[in-house]
């Protein structure tokens, strides 16, 4: 905690006491080693569920491999997306867009892990979140009906706040 | 339609006939007027939804400024981070975020509208994403129990494939 | 003026009527030619003014090209960097940093030209702030005892407001 | 042409007389359809050919899958690498890299079109060189020897300049 | 000091001897714990002054916290506008922008500090830039006749050139 | 190496055994000095390398100022261009962008260096490939007869896989 560091309004760190947005002090915080996992989802129709599943055989299932690339690359653009997110080195991006055609929908997890002062949940979530829109962007010339639900913190590891894993377990709260 | 367009997959348009990643054609569509509305909400638990109540005697209320005012440049960064996006004409952005205390939410309303050939349905659900991430971020202090949920569009206008209206009206559907 | 516009703050456009942000309708406004000239001036002391004034002989004159490179770039940056601003089409840029060597400053001017819906005043200021931030840096390692003054609009021309000439006509408003 | 055009260099239009750089004045240029295509390769040597190959059981085709996706991203961002580039409307992009693994090399094309008063020149070399750095990084582990070569022009139609063919018709032009 | 480091112009650092730019090496530097703050001011006219004063009651207020969102964003955007500035990491940053309207000004300042081998001062000065900017963007459409003045380096600690209090003392520099 | 690597494809290390994206875990790695050397050049015709020659006289070799500037710009920018890469900390860049007149091309060489645990290849090849692009802009007015060749690695030290040379050395390399 330096001086540079003004009263905050309880809880919520990143107003001062005067309701001004600050980019919160880690100066005082040790470098360790975290982890984060976020997951959610794109509920999908039929039509779409159908047109995804063909992948394997005419490269349909490009469209979540796209998707996975445009979610790494937005994991990197969460200093710039999230007004008040510092800039921490990231160690290794894994993003994955499963389809599950029978409950038709597209599964999205994004782990992200690094070694710095503050951790990474924000990089996972803005990962997950961009690896939807892409998925909306790319099948909404079948349908418009589709949903993005359930966009959540799974799991984190280090830091001080210490781990965190979301209730019912991370496999089951996406369901 | 132009010769430089080559076969699509059916229905997923932003493939080619092999899979390859397109930017769509739309040199041969006519500039409209579209609009675009996309919802979504960032459901909390007690303490935060407190923390944001305070707003209105301690400032507090300014996280939900700073969300739509990182949502609004969301919207602008688009083209940016859905890859296959083209980046169109933007008339004007509304955005708001209002804490439902009693249901322990934020409900996120986006609208975005311009005169172009391609419509502003993903700018507008970008702006929502943004706005719920910055949120997430912001009250994160207090507790990583917050979902996003609810992402989808909720009414569109203009362009060839004319009006659209999520099913059960716009108002319900965030329920 | 459509009615996605809502009431707004009396002459704060770009807040509603509840105080929040929103990018302002421009849908019902005609594209007219537009310009706008911005000027500024990095106030330098004697041993950066000499530093500088050596170009013609050794390249250091390339402290002000690279400015002017970096305030062009810097002009398309723009609506990036300003929340509330629409992203327009530039028809072309000048911008210039020229020493005053026996008054110790650099001089920089801006002018943005485009046919749009809104102006170019932005985009001018912008240039002159950023080619402003360029100077000071490149020359930072000599004294940090620089200022940045008169960043101001000189000229608009195009648009519903009309023309526009700062006081004092926009020779003499930078002394 | 406007007053806010100074006498250029001789060819060189984007410097004034005295070296300054500018955006050069298109504001007389009338809108019309253009198109350019880009061409370049990148050599690799036998094992990454190899590995490149089997893409069709494993899915390492994707890599060149991704750097389609990166070529297209990259085209977007012209205006922001190249200092003096004007932000256009694209209408469309196409981007292949395919793999010719007798000469050991992915021969990559990009062609880009729209409706506007300069051309896509620049947007159609840009997405080629990003795909094939892209490439590059995705291959190095593997081996360092590869070059990026022959990234050039092809074939450009529209705009006051005419069309433009590359010496030798655009086919052979890469070999 | 690697060989990497050519011979520089005498007190232009990020010019080499020929007069070319560069990045300057700084891999023999020390990382140490760094702060800066910049200042500047928006000067207002009487029109501006009062309807930003009213913001305690009806959120006109939120001019000023929309600009300094913006500003913090812009501390971030930094080593993308200034050329030769290297991307380094912040710990924290405050920005604040207060209304002195017996005055008529909006007074900023923005203090960045963290823990790396160059300093934060160019970081300071973005973000009391673009703060500033904003302001003007949100008020123009009331007045054009604003000036942003004053842009300047009040305190800096850390770094081998050691501390830097401006002429005068921070605090009355301003005036 | 942690466990959230998964098992890759042999050899290309940024994609999983399924053909995913993603960004190489490097957590396991050592910080050490790293330094990359890239080269390449841009093909001119005889009308263009005149004119750039004339440089001396008129300031046009500010074109190859402009492109060093903006190859340095494009260094920082690689992690945002290349899907996979890491953003990693940069002590120092040198850029040159030379006219070999009686050959009828422009050199480039960029030079990128740093202390973190993955290398900085990509960084010096993007460098070269950005400066490339702005000279191929900057001329193009003349003659679109421009190639960009011979982009490549020519040297590397740090890291565990050891320094590399270019075959033939890194001077002869590039004829």
Redesign the interface.
């Known amino acids: 905690m330096?001086d540079?560091?003004?009263k905050s309004?309880?809880?919520?760190?990143?107003?001062?006491g005067?309701?001004?947005?600050?980019?919160?002090?880690?100066?005082g915080k040790e470098t360790t080693?975290r982890?984060a996992t976020a997951g959610?989802r794109v509920r999908l129709n039929r039509?779409i569920a159908d047109?995804?599943g063909e992948g394997g055989l005419?490269?349909?299932?490009?469209?979540l491999?796209?998707a996975?690339?445009?979610g790494?690359?937005?994991?990197?653009?969460t200093?710039?997306?999230?007004?008040?997110?510092?800039?921490i080195?990231?160690?290794?991006?894994?993003?994955?867009c499963d389809l599950n055609a029978p409950e038709q929908r597209v599964e999205i997890r994004c782990?992200v892990?690094?070694?710095d002062?503050t951790g990474v949940?924000?990089e996972a979530?803005?990962g997950v979140?961009?690896a939807?829109?892409?998925i909306?962007?790319?099948?909404?010339?079948?349908s418009?009906?589709?949903?993005?639900?359930?966009?959540?913190?799974m799991r984190?590891t280090g830091g001080k706040s210490g781990d965190?894993e979301?209730?019912g377990g991370s496999e089951d709260a996406d369901s």
Request: proline share 4%.
């Open positions: 330096t540079f560091q003004h309004s309880p809880g919520l760190t990143h107003l001062d005067e309701g001004r947005p600050r980019m919160v002090d880690v100066s080693f982890t959610g039509e047109a995804l005419t490269g349909k299932g490009n469209v491999r796209i996975e690339t445009a790494i690359m937005g994991v990197k653009k200093p710039e997306l999230i007004p008040l997110c510092h800039a080195r990231i160690d290794g991006v894994t993003l994955s782990t892990w690094g070694r002062v949940e924000m979530l803005t979140s961009v939807a829109l892409t909306y962007d790319m099948c909404k010339a079948l418009k009906d589709m949903v993005i639900e359930g966009v959540r913190l984190k965190y979301a209730e």
